[in-house]
C-alpha cells in the first residue's frame, strides 16, 4: 500500500508562493515560513516546481544544473533544511524534474556546442541540414522550427520548446546513466519523488517526426524504476499531455514498474478547437467536462492510479475558466473542489486555489511574463490576427493566469513581499487571502481542509468505485463511490441555472457529509439545487 494513494499534493510554484529577502521573487525560506499553513491546511506532500539553478527564461523549466539551487531560490542548504522542516509535519517534498531538455546554458550543451567530436555532443539531438535548411519541419512549443542553427558545426539541434531549452537525447545511455545518478543524489537527500515534466516526449524519433508516445519511451521508463526507483518508497507523476486511457495503463501498470500514476489533460483541453493551439478557444460544455471525467475514472479503475486536478502553473483559475469568478465565486469553487477530491486517484490542489485565486486580467503585452505568451502574440501580430482576439486568448489561457503571488494578506503586496514582486499582484487580494480564509468557517480554504480530513478518515473516498449517475444532465454532475457496502453520493449543480430533479425515488432526509450551501439535509426524491450547489450523502437506506 502506499502513501501516496491516501494523500494530497500541493503545487508551490516557488517564485510567486512567499518572498522573505525582499527582491520580489519567493525562495525556499519563505515555503518553510508556511509550512505550518499547509500542515493546518492537511497536505501530506508538496510538488516544488524546479528550483535548480536556471537562467529563468522559462521559470526553472530551463535547468541548467540539476544539483545546485538557483540563488533567487536559496542554497543546498536551505533545501535540505525544507525537506527536514517539512518532514517533523507529516510533509514529504516531491521534486519537478525537467528530463526532456535543459537549458543551452547547461554543462553538457556548453560542451557539446565545442564539436562534433565533444564527448557531450551525443546528448543533445544533431543533424545535418537538408538541401542547406532544416532538417524537417516539426515546430517548437514555444514558437518557430524545432531546428537551430549552430554555425560553428552547420549542424541543427532539437528543441521542442525554446531554443534555449534543447533537447536530450535520450538514446545515449551515458546520458541516461546521468540523469539516474542524479534522481539517486536528490532522493538521498530525502525528496519522496517527482514531478516529471513532459516525460512523454523523451522517446522521440525527430527524423520520423515522431514526438510524443515514442517506441522506447516505456523502455526508458522501465530502466528509471530499475535504476532509481525500485526500493524506494516514492511518488512519481509523469506529465502526459498525450496519454489515453490506453496509454496510461503502460505508465501505471504497477506490473510493469514504471510510474505511480501521469497527469493526463483530457478535461484540460475542452475549451480547444481540436487540432489546433490552446489558443483557439470554442465553447466547451459541462457534459463533455464530465464525460471525460467518468471515462478516465471508469476505464483506470481497479487497476491504474488516477490524478485529479483542475489547475497547475501552465492552466488558468478554475473559478475564472469554468466557474463564476464574480457572484458565485465561493460556491462555484467549493464545487470544483468537492468534485474532484471525491473522485478516485490523488487530489493536486495548486497554491492559492484553495483561497479560490482567480486570473488577473492582462490588457497590456507589458503585464505578460510567460515566455509562451510572448512568442504566441509575436506570431500572430504577424499572422495578422486582432490585437482583441490575441487578448481574449491570453486572458482565457495565458499561463500568468495562475503565476501571480500568493495573497497571504490584506496588507502591502499581499504579504507575499516587502519589495517589488517579480509578477504583479491580483488586487483582489485586498479580498481574497489567506488571513481572511482563515478567519472566516465558512471560506473555500476550510472546505479543503475538510475535505483532506474527510479523505484520510474515509477508505470509501480512497478505494470506492465508481459510478457516474445521470448521464445524459447538462447541469448536473452526479456519481456514485461504493466500498464495501457503503456509498457515497456526489451531487453537484455544475452550472448557474437553478435546477429541480429527482435523483433517486426513496423518499427521507439525508444528512450532508459536506456540501457547498448551509443546508444540513438532503432529499433526493425532490432536490432543488440553487448555483453551483453541491453536496455529498451517504446512501444509508436499508
Ligand atoms: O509543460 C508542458 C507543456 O506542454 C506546456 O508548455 C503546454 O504547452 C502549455 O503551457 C499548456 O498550457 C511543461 C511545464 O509544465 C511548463 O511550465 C514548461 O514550460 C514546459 O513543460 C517546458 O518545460
Ligand atoms: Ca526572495
Known sequence: MQWWRESVVYQIYPKSFQDTNSDGIGDILGIITRLDYLEKLGVEAIWLSPVYQSPNFDNGYDISDYESINPEFGSMEDIELLIDEAKKRDIRILMDLVLNHTRDKHKWFLEAKKGKDNPYRDYYIWRDPINGEEPNDLRAGFGGSAWEHDKKSNQYYFHLFSKQQPDLNWENPQLRQEIWQMMRFWLDKGVAGFRLDVIDLIGKVPNEKITVNGPKLHEYLQEMNQEVLAGRDTLTVGEAWSASPEIAQLYGDPSRNELSMIFSFEHMVLDEQPGKSKWDLKLFTLLELKHAIAKWQVALDGKIWNSLFWNNHDLP?????????????????????????????????????????????????????????????????KKGYSKKDIFHSINAKGRDNARTPMQWSGSKNSGFTDGKPWLHINPNYSDINVEAVL??????????????KLRKENPVIIWGEFKLLLEAHKQIFAYERSYKGETWIVVANMSEIHVTLNLDDRQGEKPVVIGNYPKKTYQLNKLDLGPYETFVVKDNFL
Open 317 to 381: 483559475r478554475i473559478v475564472s475558466r469554468w466557474g463564476n469568478e464574480k457572484e458565485y465565486r465561493v460556491e462555484s469553487a467549493k464545487m470544483f473542489a468537492i468534485t474532484l477530491h471525491l473522485l478516485k486517484g490523488t487530489p493536486y490542489i495548486y497554491q492559492g486555489e484553495e483561497l479560490g485565486m482567480t486570473n488577473f486580467p492582462i490588457s497590456d503585452m507589458s503585464e505578460v511574463n510567460d515566455i509562451e505568451t510572448h512568442h504566441m502574440y509575436v506570431e500572430r501580430i
Open 439 to 452: 478567519a472566516d468557517p465558512n471560506s473555500i480554504f476550510y472546505t479543503y481542509q475538510q475535505l483532506i
